[in-house]
């Protein structure tokens, strides 16, 4: 039974910083892509960013980059996302999302297969 558990969501300032956690459990992850979506209210969930379990490589969608990173510890198997220069644009439920590896080698923005219950983060101005 795969299982994300999102943590570390809550009220931070615009310009503040705040770090997501996702531990993943159930299986190995080894092959595996691992995506951070967000859903603000009254939207539809969009992507944010993902990182290939196996190589590392990452793909991070433009409003956010170059603010959020995503990195993950295979010891502990968890991926975070680091987020930096929040603004209140930033406010939405985070989720964590697990997608099995494909034939094609790029990383996903769209099918994953598990996800987590989300963490609301809210950024104030």
């Known amino acids: 039974q795969v299982q994300l558990v999102e943590s570390g969501g809550g009220l931070v300032q615009a310009g503040g910083s705040q770090r997501l956690s996702c531990a993943a459990s159930g299986r190995t992850f080894s092959n595996y892509y691992m995506g951070w979506f967000r859903q603000a209210p009254g939207k539809e969930r969009e992507f944010v960013t993902a990182?290939?379990?196996?190589?590392?490589?990452?793909l991070t969608t433009d409003s956010v980059k170059g603010r959020f990173t995503i990195s993950r510890d295979n010891a502990k198997n968890t991926v975070y996302l680091q987020m930096n220069s929040l603004k209140p644009e930033d406010t939405a439920v985070y989720y964590c999302?697990?997608?099995?590896?494909?034939?094609?080698?790029?990383?996903?923005?769209?099918?994953?297969?598990?996800w987590g219950q989300g963490t609301q983060v809210t950024v104030s101005s």
């Open positions: 999302a697990a997608k099995r590896p494909t034939a094609l080698r790029v990383i996903p923005t769209r099918g994953y297969d598990y």
């Open positions: 990182i290939s379990w196996s190589t590392g490589s990452t």
